[in-house]
């Protein structure tokens, strides 16, 4: 982690919203919300990486008399439940239900910093902050899920990073 990169991101970025962009959900015929399988045994397996895709936009304000620039970092989330006898393997035909999102972070960019600056800086940050700023967007689109399907809540634990040097992110619990 090049902390000096995400401190210049952190200068030069304000959040501005996050937006769900595309959702997937998948329920296996042995799994009939709200009446699961008697005695079924379901474990949680977590997903959370940064999609590696990052635009640099320039906007229109509302009246469209002024322009801002704004940074778009693509984040993808995962939780799946699958049979607890089967999890080392977690063949498809152990998932018994899986809820999958992409999101988007916007970030608007202070005046005068230039791309040929922020874009190293942008990938650190995305890298290592984008996935704080989507977890409670993503926590909240799986129990409302959840609560769509008749089913319990999947709990999604706290964000916390798997792998810093590779940028994979995922959560434990």
């Known amino acids: 982690m090049d902390k000096s990169l995400i401190e210049t991101a952190t200068r030069a ?3 501005d919203a996050v937006y769900l962009r595309e959702s997937t959900i998948r329920c296996s015929d042995r799994l009939l919300p709200p009446y699961p399988e008697a005695g079924l045994d379901l474990v949680p397996q977590y997903r959370g990486t940064p999609g590696g895709k990052i635009e640099i936009l ?3 304000d509302e009246e469209g008399d002024q322009q801002r620039r704004v940074a778009v970092c693509h984040f993808q989330v995962g939780v799946r439940l ?13 998932v018994r239900l899986e809820i999958g999102a ?3 972070a916007h970030y608007r960019i202070r005046d005068g910093v230039e791309d ?3 874009r190293p800086a942008l990938e650190e940050f995305v890298r290592y902050n984008v996935g704080y700023h989507i977890w409670p ?15 319990p809540p999947i ?6 990073l798997k792998d810093a040097d590779h940028g994979d992110a995922s959560e434990q619990g």
């Open 58 to 60: 320039t906007v229109a």
């Open 13 to 15: 970025l304000t959040i």
């Open 116 to 118: 040929e600056t922020l």
């Open 137 to 151: 967007y993503w926590r909240e689109y799986v129990q409302s899920t959840c609560a769509r399907m008749g089913i």
């Open 155 to 160: 709990p999604v634990p706290m964000y916390l």
């Open 102 to 104: 992409d999101f988007t």
């Open 82 to 94: 699958v049979d607890n006898g089967n999890v080392a393997d977690a063949e498809e035909d152990s």
